[in-house]
């Protein structure tokens, strides 16, 4: 186990959007730095995902010099949009909990609302030390979240993406594999370990930054979504469902919690502790 090494980091700056692939990134309390820090909601409040939405898979946006986001999409004109002051929040719902965000300009809701063809308004979470507690079911007391579906990050190996694309190979659905990773939209992907060995660990250090594994993560109809063209399959959940249901849900990858916080790059070595 000598060998496993980081392989790859991510992130989605608004949640739901397309993935951003770096060569370093912050680890901070609550998830890597400027990970989910964005989303979008319905007229109720409601987290909007690809899950109602494949096309925000073809949504792009980019981290802008203070903070702001650069949102473009085909046939879209781009459109860049600032941090919003804090002068008031609105309740989001985040698969659950609730959470306070503040409200994005007007423009950044007209730009999205136009795209998706549903009302929806942009949010961002300006305080992330203190607005969403980690779900106390498996969190330890004072770990935070962003608007990650439930916890700072999500970690996965190739060795366990080339295991299930061999079972897929097996199975009806042949066609629609192999599968790339971004099906699983991973923070963190580990190389140099064996297929399936995330299933183990419980404390595991990435270059200098230890992370708690809290729980194994459930899969959703999020995973059938080509990311290059918005359009949904069988798989991976049919194969998932066959080989790898846990508890109750249908796994791949594992969620982590930050114990410390520095900076993780591409190459380091990742370290099994427990």
Same mark, same amino acid.
């Given at each position: 186990?000598? /060998?496993?090494?980081?392989?790859?980091?991510?992130?989605?700056?608004?949640?739901? $959007? +397309?993935?951003?692939?770096?060569?370093?990134?912050?680890?901070?309390?609550?998830? *890597?730095?400027?990970?989910? !820090?964005?989303?979008?909601? %319905?007229?109720?409040?409601?987290?909007? =995902?690809?899950?109602?939405?494949?096309?925000?898979? @073809?949504?792009?946006?980019?981290?802008?010099?203070?903070?702001?986001?650069?949102?473009?999409?085909?046939?879209?004109?781009? *459109? =860049?949009?600032?941090?919003?002051?804090?002068?008031?929040?609105?309740?989001?719902?985040? $698969?659950?909990?609730?959470?306070?965000?503040?409200?994005?300009?007007?423009?950044?809701?007209?730009?999205?609302?136009?795209?998706?063809?549903? %009302?929806?308004?942009?949010?961002? @979470?300006?305080?992330?030390? &203190?607005?969403?507690?980690? %779900?106390? %079911?498996?969190? #330890?007391?004072?770990?935070?979240?962003?608007?990650?579906?439930?916890?700072? @990050?999500?970690?996965?190996?190739?060795?366990?993406?080339?295991?299930? /694309?061999?079972? #897929?190979?097996?199975?009806?659905?042949?066609?629609?594999?192999? @599968?790339?990773? /971004?099906?699983? +939209?991973?923070?963190?992907?580990?190389?140099?370990?064996?297929?399936?060995?995330?299933?183990?660990?419980?404390?595991?250090?990435?270059?200098?930054?230890?992370?708690?594994?809290?729980?194994?993560?459930? !899969?959703?109809?999020?995973? &059938?979504?080509?990311?290059?063209?918005?359009?949904?399959?069988?798989?991976?959940?049919?194969?998932?469902?066959?080989?790898?249901?846990?508890?109750?849900?249908?796994?791949?990858?594992? /969620?982590?919690?930050?114990?410390? &916080?520095? &900076?993780?790059?591409?190459?380091?070595?990742?370290?099994? #502790?427990?």
């Amino acid at each position: 186990m000598g /060998n496993a090494t980081l392989q790859s980091i991510h992130v989605h700056p608004i949640k739901a $959007f +397309r993935s951003i692939a770096l060569r370093e990134a912050a680890v901070e309390p609550w998830g *890597l730095a400027g990970d989910r !820090r964005w989303a979008l909601i %319905d007229d109720g409040g409601k987290v909007v =995902t690809q899950r109602e939405q494949p096309r925000l898979a @073809l949504a792009a946006a980019e981290p802008m010099a203070g903070g702001g986001l650069r949102l473009s999409a085909a046939g879209r004109t781009p *459109l =860049t949009v600032p941090v919003p002051e804090p002068a008031g929040t609105v309740t989001v719902s985040v $698969f659950g909990t609730k959470v306070e965000a503040v409200p994005a300009e007007e423009a950044a809701h007209a730009w999205c609302t136009a795209y998706l063809g549903a %009302d929806v308004r942009l949010v961002h @979470l300006d305080d992330p030390a &203190t607005r969403r507690p980690v %779900d106390p %079911d498996f969190a #330890l007391p004072g770990e935070t979240v962003s608007l990650a579906d439930g916890f700072p @990050l999500l970690v996965t190996t190739l060795a366990s993406l080339d295991a299930l /694309n061999s079972l #897929l190979a097996e199975g009806d659905h042949a066609q629609e594999g192999p @599968l790339p990773m /971004n099906r699983f +939209r991973p923070n963190v992907v580990v190389a140099g370990t064996a297929p399936w060995a995330e299933d183990s660990w419980s404390h595991i250090a990435i270059g200098e930054v230890d992370f708690r594994v809290a729980k194994p993560c459930g !899969r959703c109809v999020v995973t &059938t979504t080509d990311q290059s063209t918005a359009a949904r399959g069988a798989e991976p959940l049919r194969t998932l469902a066959r080989h790898r249901r846990i508890g109750g849900s249908l796994v791949f990858g594992q /969620n982590l919690v930050p114990r410390s &916080t520095g &900076t993780i790059r591409v190459g380091d070595p990742v370290r099994i #502790l427990g």
